[in-house]
């Protein structure tokens, strides 16, 4: 079982940046591999970036290549999602998730546990 709990969200103009951070419980972390969604109003819930258990392979939507970068510390069982150059269509719900093994996953169908989701707000 492992419990995920995410920080950092808020209220950023457009341009700016936030660090997003998910905190992980169990021993097995470095087992799972994890990603970051995203849930706007009225959208489905979309993948955004994930990365290995290992922390060598990442992968992004094409939406935020090259602005946000997806780190894992296995020792301190957390992955950050760092959000750079942020656009008012970034505005959504970030949730954060694990799927067990050890590949990069980027289906929400093939995630198994979900954190309860942080706000990100981008003014324009």
């Known amino acids: 079982q492992v419990q995920l709990v995410e920080s950092g969200g808020g209220l950023v103009q457009a341009g700016g940046s936030l660090r997003l951070s998910c905190a992980a419980s169990?021993?097995?972390?470095?087992?799972?591999?994890m990603g970051w969604f995203r849930q706007a109003p009225g959208k489905d819930r979309e993948f955004v970036a994930a990365i290995s258990g290992s922390g060598l392979s990442t992968y992004y939507a094409d939406s935020v290549k090259g602005r946000f970068t997806i780190s894992r510390d296995n020792a301190k069982k957390t992955v950050d999602l760092q959000m750079n150059s942020l656009k008012p269509e970034d505005t959504a719900v970030y949730y954060c998730a694990a799927a067990r093994g050890l590949r990069l996953r980027f289906s929400q169908y093939e995630y198994d546990y979900w954190g309860q989701g942080t706000q990100v707000t981008v003014s324009s």
């Open positions: 169990g021993r097995t972390f470095s087992s799972y591999a």
